[in-house]
């Protein structure tokens, strides 16, 4: 749960060029009224128009399982999500469905500190988290670093670092891993923000990663707002929305 002093992240936009002159934004939002849905989004945006846009909305049941309410992505496989928990409230384990039928078993690990470091499926590593002196370092094949001890968010602020692993995954349409941190079922905290993202490079041949430096806006509250970064010439941006 959020800290009274604090405030809630309930939206997550991230924003690429697109064609022309359009841009392409995907979005995570929670509704946390009964009954909590969940909603993943993609739109075309032309100049201040949404000139497309196709979503999934998941809701939970009486049960506790997160069933798609409304499919408009092709690539849900009517998919619904059950999360077991701890008695801290951390998640232990997932179960995946994909047309009715159980798809994959996932087992959630911590470190000692309760923050998450690795996703487990019954046939291997489903994506693995690394941490260096508290911050949030590794993630799948991307690296951030830490250069700024003086670059903190609001202590009750989301994991920007979280915002930019939720783009890498919004391409694969797998919403089980992100959705639960905005319910605040998971940890995974960083102590100061990280100022650039390391990539690897799209040409094989080329074994030194790309350094991504981020930029940050911050809202009266000390809250980041937005996190943008250049990947190569293209321009991409992560944008946090709270209540």
Do not use: H
Not at 3 to 32: F, N
Not at 97 to 116: I, P, Q, T
Request: net charge negative; charged share 20%.
């Amino acid at each position: 749960d959020v800290p009274s002093t604090g405030k809630r992240l309930i939206r997550l936009e991230y924003i690429e060029p697109y064609l022309g002159s359009a841009s392409l934004m995907k979005s995570w939002e929670i509704s946390a009224e009964e009954p909590i849905t969940l909603t993943a989004s993609e739109s075309v945006i032309e100049g201040s128009d949404i000139t497309e846009q196709n979503y999934d909305a998941y809701v939970c049941d009486a049960s506790g399982i997160f069933r798609l309410d409304y499919e408009g992505m092709p690539y849900t496989d009517n998919r619904s999500m059950e999360y077991m928990r701890n008695a801290d409230g951390r998640i232990s384990s997932t179960q995946v469905v994909r047309y009715n039928k159980k798809s994959a078993e996932f087992s959630w690990e911590y470190n000692a500190d309760g923050c998450l470091t690795q996703i487990l499926a019954t046939n291997g590593v489903k994506c693995s988290l690394g941490y260096t002196n508290g911050n949030l370092t590794s993630f799948r094949t991307m690296t951030f670093e830490y250069d700024d001890p003086s670059l903190v968010n609001s202590q009750y602020a989301a994991n920007v670092v979280w915002g930019y692993m939720a783009t890498d995954l919004f391409a694969f349409g797998d919403p089980f891993i992100f959705f639960p941190y905005l319910l605040g079922w998971y940890r995974m905290d960083s102590v100061v923000l990280p100022t650039a993202i390391l990539l690897p490079d799209p040409d094989p041949a080329v074994t030194t990663p790309k350094t991504c430096p981020l930029t940050y806006v911050f809202d009266e509250d000390g809250y980041v707002v937005e996190m943008s970064w250049k990947n190569g010439s293209t321009p991409c941006k992560v944008t946090y929305i709270y209540e």
